[in-house]
């Protein structure tokens, strides 16, 4: 954290969004989730939804919360992805269900999963991501997850 508030007090007083944006992408670099976090939700809170650089601050939120709060970072994803300024592809939806399967935080990667597949009914790299998670969750030996999962019809 200091290190991040330290490069951004060298701005010149209050930091840009895109000043933030870099700090919070350096902070994901180091592992320190926190000051990532803060940092893009700075960012996000100064620029307006339409803004290019408001999708990569949401999805650099997103992915310090995978590390810090999973349930929020499902929350903050989904509600992200609802909104039809929301610059998501099926990639991003990949990316996210990857990261929370990696960190073992099934249930939150199924409900994105789950989300996923009705808005992206066609797209078979967001099936197949069911199929990983079902692997990851049968090594794990998570019953809840294969459960959830057999009820989108991954048996």
């Known amino acids: 954290l200091a290190l991040g508030l330290a490069v951004l007090g060298s701005c010149g007083g209050s930091a840009t969004p895109a000043e933030w944006v870099q700090a919070g992408s350096t902070a994901l670099g180091k592992s320190d989730w926190r000051t990532a976090q803060t940092s893009f939700e700075s960012a996000l809170a100064a620029l307006p939804a339409e803004d290019p650089a408001y999708t990569r601050a949401k999805l650099g939120q997103v992915e310090a ?19 039809p300024k929301a610059a998501l592809d099926s990639k991003d939806w990949r990316n996210v269900m990857t990261k929370l399967t990696a960190k073992g935080k099934f249930a939150e990667a199924i409900g994105v999963l789950e989300a996923g597949l009705k808005k992206y009914p066609q797209d078979g790299d967001i099936k197949k ?18 459960g959830s999962l057999a009820g989108l019809g991954y048996l």
Do not use: H, P, S
Request: aromatic share 6%; charged share 25%.
């Open 65 to 83: 919360l995978i590390q810090l709060d999973a349930a929020r970072a499902k929350t903050e994803f989904l509600a992200y992805a609802d909104n």
């Open 129 to 146: 991501m069911g199929d990983a998670i079902k692997v990851a969750a049968e090594k794990a030996g998570d019953t809840n997850a294969l």
